[in-house]
């Protein structure tokens, strides 16, 4: 059972360095947390950490089935996508909260950071894939992994950070300091494709 203090900075199983996670400067955080949770503690045998190359096994997939279609797909399908994902250094940022009774990952959210020649040569951040387990929501657990996130991508120096939600979400959103902007967000998707 690995605590969140423990998580070796020289396991290259994982996405990105765990000490990313560990040098967030939680006094930047804009919103509360409850009953003493916090990113070392996030509750009984759960611990926040980067994905790792095996979490396929913890099913990672399925809780991201509680959120969109993910569609089949097989362990290799998985590990090339994490493999080029990493070799993409410092771009993706993808976290999740492990229940290391049941091994289970019951929690994730994801930082995708875009390098830009404007603002020069900046960067700016965008969040994506937030969802916690139907059985562990309203733990503060959304809360941990966004709030994660927003410090990491504030510490990297992005520009600026996004995302795209559903108009009930917009109250969670706003506990993290995002605002409903006033350009239009466009789309075209292509989804009869898969
Ligand atoms: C960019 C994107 O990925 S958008 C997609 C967001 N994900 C989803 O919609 C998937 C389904 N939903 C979920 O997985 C969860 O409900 C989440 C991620 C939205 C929230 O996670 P939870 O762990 O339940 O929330 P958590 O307990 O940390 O915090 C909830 C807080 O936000 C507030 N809140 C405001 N709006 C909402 C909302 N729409 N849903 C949940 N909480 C909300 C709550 O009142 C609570 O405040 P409090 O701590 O002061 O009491």
Redesign the pocket.
């Known amino acids: 059972m690995t605590k969140f203090n423990d998580l070796p900075s020289d396991d290259n199983s994982y996405l990105f360095d765990p000490k990313i996670l560990k040098d967030i400067n939680w006094e930047n955080a804009t919103c509360?947390f409850?009953n003493n949770i916090s990113i070392a503690n996030p509750g009984d045998s759960l611990v926040m950490r980067p994905l790792r190359d095996d979490d396929f096994h913890q099913d990672y997939l399925e809780l991201l089935g509680?959120?969109t279609k993910v569609g089949k797909i097989e362990e290799e399908t998985f590990f090339k996508r994490f493999e080029e994902m990493k070799e993409c250094c410092g771009t993706y940022y993808i976290i999740v909260i492990e229940d290391l009774k049941n091994n289970r990952i019951i929690?994730t959210s994801s930082l995708i950071i875009e390098h830009k020649f404007i603002h020069t040569a900046g960067q700016r951040g965008r969040?994506?894939?937030?969802?916690?387990d139907n059985e562990?929501?309203?733990?503060?657990?959304?809360?941990?992994?966004v709030q994660a996130l927003v410090l990491v991508a504030k510490k990297l120096g992005v520009y600026k950070i996004s995302?795209?939600?559903?108009i009930?979400?917009i109250?969670?959103y706003e506990?993290f300091g995002f605002k409903k902007d006033e350009q239009s967000f466009m789309i075209q998707r292509f989804e009869e494709m898969y």
Request: proline share 3%.
């Open positions: 509360t409850k509680q959120l929690g969040i994506e894939d937030v969802v916690v562990f929501r309203g733990k503060q657990l959304g809360k941990l992994l995302l795209e939600c559903k009930h979400n109250p969670f506990l």
